[in-house]
């Protein structure tokens, strides 16, 4: 990774983190990462804690080039740049060229259309991969009307439901995306 690897619009900017940026997110209880800047604490929640722990173990184990797959990448928004959320992969895209995706914003930010703006983008870089051709996120609450607005607002649509949670995808031919 490098500065090169940011995704800035005119809204928000994504950076993926180094592991030694998710090590500091995880062990301080400041509220600034060195190369970052002002940071959410509300977001790390247990869940989150776990998760990053895990992307950590696979870092170790990826290509540089690769660890943006892996890493999760900080939402920062205006006016300060501060870092309300984090979105990223669950890894590289399997051998069907399918990776699922996850995020989380500081309630604060909610109902700005920061996070409908990240999937995008992220989306976006995603399949310009040739490796990556369809991203899922999968289980996600029905109860969850916000993410699953998010997920409805960047084009996927519903591949699997149960009683309790709706699973969503997106393949790269989508012609909403303009990719």
């Known amino acids: 990774m ?5 995704i800035r619009t005119s809204r928000i900017e994504l950076t993926p983190l180094t592991v030694s940026q ?3 997110y995880l062990d301080r209880e400041e509220m600034f990462i060195k190369g970052v800047g002002p940071v959410s604490r509300e977001i790390l929640t247990p869940n989150l804690r776990k998760a990053i722990q895990m992307k950590l173990l696979k870092l170790d184990k990826v290509s540089l080039e690769d660890s943006a797959w ?9 006016p300060e740049g501060f870092g309300a959320g984090m979105i990223g992969f669950k890894g590289l895209p399997d051998r ?3 990776v699922e995706i996850g995020y989380g914003i500081d309630s604060a930010y909610q109902n700005k259309g920061y996070v409908t703006e990240a999937v995008q983008e992220m989306i976006r870089w995603a399949f310009v991969d040739s490796r990556c051709r369809r991203i899922i996120a999968p289980n996600t609450p029905r109860e969850n009307l916000a993410s699953n607005r998010v997920l ?17 995808c997106i393949d790269k031919g989508n012609r909403a995306l303009d990719i």
């Open 70 to 78: 892996i890493t999760y990448w900080i939402i920062k928004v205006p």
């Open 96 to 98: 069907n060229g399918e």
């Open 2 to 6: 490098n500065d090169t690897t940011v």
């Open 22 to 24: 998710l090590r500091k």
């Open 152 to 168: 409805e607002k960047v084009g996927m649509f519903i591949y699997a439901e149960t009683q309790d949670t709706l699973s969503w």
